[in-house]
Nanobody, 124 residues
Framework: QVQLVESGGGSVQAGGSLRLSCAATNYAYSGACMAWFRQAPGKERDWVAQ??????YFADSAKGRFTISRDNAKNTVYLPMNSLKPEDTAMYYCAARDSRWCSYPPTALDFTSWGQGTQVTVSS
């Protein structure tokens, strides 16, 4: 079973940047589809970005501000986030599929493994 550990969250002011990391352990399938989701208090978990065998995809809220990359040698996926806004405040979760291919649009049900999350807080 894949274990995912997120890090890199924190508190920043609007306009600032953070880079989230997701390290996968016990992971025999390098290059699988991996994604970031986020959930604000009282709201549903929303997809942010994903990367797999094809091109990465981003939610409209992330386009132009967030990127996603991976280091297969380290089994780590990164989410650099720039120009952060207060509405980006949420718990950010990393997720993995049992496939190299990502579906689009993705849903949380597509992913079989989840991390515990890392909090991002953006103040105005």
């Amino acid at each position: 079973q894949v274990q995912l550990v997120e890090s890199g969250g924190g508190s920043v002011q609007a306009g600032g940047s953070l880079r989230l990391s997701c390290a996968a352990t016990n992971y025999a399938y390098s290059g699988a589809c991996m994604a970031w989701f986020r959930q604000a208090p009282g709201k549903e978990r929303d997809w942010v970005a994903q990367i797999g065998a094809g091109s990465p995809y981003f939610a409209d809220s992330a386009k132009g501000r967030f990127t996603i990359s991976r280091d297969n040698a380290k089994n780590t996926v990164y989410l650099p986030m720039n120009s952060l806004k207060p509405e980006d405040t949420a718990m950010y979760y990393c997720a993995a599929r049992d496939s190299r291919w990502c579906s689009y649009p993705p849903t949380a049900l597509d992913f079989t493994s989840w991390g515990q999350g890392t909090q991002v807080t953006v103040s105005s």
